[in-house]
């Protein structure tokens, strides 16, 4: 899903990056509101970006080594298309 998501470091990564956006998601609210610019629209910036940095992470770390299950380049379950009776 990601690249280099396969790499022996890739979890790390992903747990450093989850790590590093929530903090990130909790401080900058926190100071945009002591300086009084905190406002819907940021907010609403905030979760979008929530939602599209950590969910690939997390599958990331959920991953089993060797797992390349829909993986572009990666031959997926054979599926045998069956005739009907008599054709």
């Known amino acids: 899903m990601l690249p280099f ?5 890739a979890k790390h990564v992903a747990a450093t990056v989850i790590a590093v956006t929530t903090i990130a998601a909790i401080c ?16 609403v910036g905030i979760v979008l970006l929530l939602l599209a940095i950590v969910p ?20 997926g379950p054979r599926i045998y298309a069956t005739r009907p009776a008599g054709r």
Request: charged share 25%.
């Open 28 to 43: 900058v609210p926190i100071v945009l509101h002591q300086r009084k610019a905190l406002d819907i629209p940021i907010v």
């Open 56 to 75: 690939p992470n997390i599958v990331v770390l959920r991953q089993r080594r060797g797992d390349d299950h829909g993986k572009p380049g990666t031959p």
């Open 5 to 9: 998501d396969t790499r022996p470091w």
